[in-house]
């Protein structure tokens, strides 16, 4: 295959996406296959001779559609959507095509400075103050880890770069238990420890209770360990709670703070939602997923920075064959994340942002809200239907009498196909989570998990 045909070819590839998109109501949104389905179709060795594109193009229609749970279904309400706007699938084919590797400056110019300028336009969007900085990552995992990282070697004067952890002060990160399991990963990943990370206890409303975070803090330095870090939840994976930030800062005692609103910080482009994280403006670090509620599809992470000091100090290593000779004060930004290599990702923020505008985002984003609110207000009035908890932003659960019966919905509302729900469990209950973000949904589309939930249950 050489360029001519990958013309011919992205050509055809562009048709069947479009007749992909089209015809998506009309699949089942979760894959109908078993474990090992696909796999036993495949041959179990690579081809020794080049094969025909018209063969392999086949194959992938015969196999892959459908083996793939349809992340774009418009009726897909499960986990968080991870959503590819047109205009973000036309930037990933350019930057593609290039296929430039942007660890330097030099490597990639364009790539560093429109990742420098949408940094910008995005942390202007979400209101966040001027001097905030920051950095385009995959997924909310790796940030996460990055913060982590940095506020390991804050406490330790950086020492644990060159003399590792062993044999130093037991180190203490500080989250609730509504944070996602990203968090748990990055301090054992960092080399703190899952016993190391403090579930502070929460309020009435599943935020932190700021007295119990002081009194951790407190307890944990009078028995000679040393607190690094505080991580706060806004929006989190389970029921969507959010912190009391701005009540818990004073709490930290000084310490580095980190936010977690991969999902939930798409939606502070809308400016009557940001009360809701309030305090973030000044912590340390943000992450928020443009991936999963703004049109840039995966993966597509930002990480927002007050200082970037710490990080870069953390992770930035400079060998003789990564300097720029052009001058050492240009911007690499892999020295701001764990990996060397890094994808052109800000090409398909650049493309949503102007394609859309903030205004269509907001758009969007405001529907879902009201759609969520309106099927939990539909839910509710069913006879033993409970929402378990209301709507924040666009996530609500609920649940029927008992675990058994509300379990036994769930499994027959994924079979059943139309939509794809998943589930939790929240004070002690099985509850089914309802999730709204699908980029091409409708008002329609959200009103059918309450028409699954009549005929099935």
């Not at 119990?212 to 929006?235: Q, W, Y």
């Not at 709507?391 to 509300?406: G, H, I, K, N």
Request: proline letters at 5%; one cysteine or more.
């Amino acid at each position: 295959m050489d360029h001519d045909d990958l013309n011919l070819w992205a050509k055809r590839a562009a048709d069947w996406v479009r007749d992909y998109h089209a015809g998506l109501r009309d699949r089942p949104v979760r894959a109908q296959v078993a474990p090992g389905d696909l796999l036993a179709q495949l041959p179990g060795v690579a081809p020794e001779a080049a094969e025909p594109v018209e063969e392999i193009f086949a194959d992938f229609e015969r196999l892959i559609p459908g083996a793939t749970t349809h992340w774009q279904h418009p009726r897909f309400f499960a986990y968080f959507p991870a959503n590819a706007s047109p205009a973000s699938m036309l930037a990933e084919q350019l930057a593609n095509g290039i296929a430039a590797q942007g660890m330097l400056w030099q490597t990639s110019p364009a790539a560093t400075e429109l990742e420098q300028a949408m940094v910008g336009w995005l942390r202007d969007a979400l209101g966040l103050p001027d001097d905030v900085t920051g950095t385009i990552h995959d997924t909310a995992t790796t940030a996460t880890l990055c913060a982590v990282l940095t506020m390991r070697e804050r406490a330790l004067d950086y020492a644990g770069l060159t003399e590792g952890l062993s044999g130093g002060p037991r180190l203490r990160v500080y989250a609730s238990a509504q944070t996602h399991s990203s968090v748990d990963k990055a301090v054992r990943l960092a080399g703190i420890g899952q016993d190391n990370l403090v579930k502070v206890p929460v309020r009435d409303d599943l935020s932190m209770d700021p007295d119990a975070l002081a009194a951790a803090i407190a307890a944990d330095r009078e028995a000679g360990h040393l607190p690094c870090g505080v991580v706060f939840c806004a929006g989190g994976t389970g029921v969507g709670a959010f912190d009391d930030i701005a009540a818990c800062l004073p709490a930290c005692a000084g310490l580095p703070t980190h936010v977690d609103a991969a999902w939930a910080g798409s939606a502070m482009v809308c400016e009557e939602f940001r009360p809701l994280w309030a305090g973030a403006e000044r912590c340390d670090s943000i992450v928020f997923n443009p991936h999963k509620w703004m049109g840039a599809q995966f993966d597509c992470c930002v990480q927002f920075l007050r200082d970037p000091v710490a990080q870069v100090n953390t992770l930035g290593l400079r060998p003789d064959y990564l300097r720029t000779l052009e001058g050492e004060d240009v911007t690499n930004f892999n020295e701001w994340t764990v990996p060397l290599g890094r994808r052109f990702r800000a090409l398909k923020l650049w493309f949503v942002l102007r394609a859309y505008g903030l205004d269509g985002i907001r758009g969007r984003i405001r529907d879902h809200v009201a759609w969520a609110e309106a099927l939990a207000g539909r839910l509710r009035a069913m006879e033993g239907v409970e929402i378990t908890s209301e709507p924040r932003l666009a996530l609500f659960s609920f649940a029927l009498e008992s675990d058994a019966a509300t379990e036994a919905l769930l499994t027959a509302i994924n079979a059943e196909g139309r939509v794809y729900l998943t589930q939790t469990r929240h004070r002690g209950r099985f509850v089914i989570r309802v999730s709204v973000g699908s980029w091409d949904c409708t008002e329609a589309d959200v009103m059918e998990v309450a028409q699954a939930v009549e005929r099935l249950r």
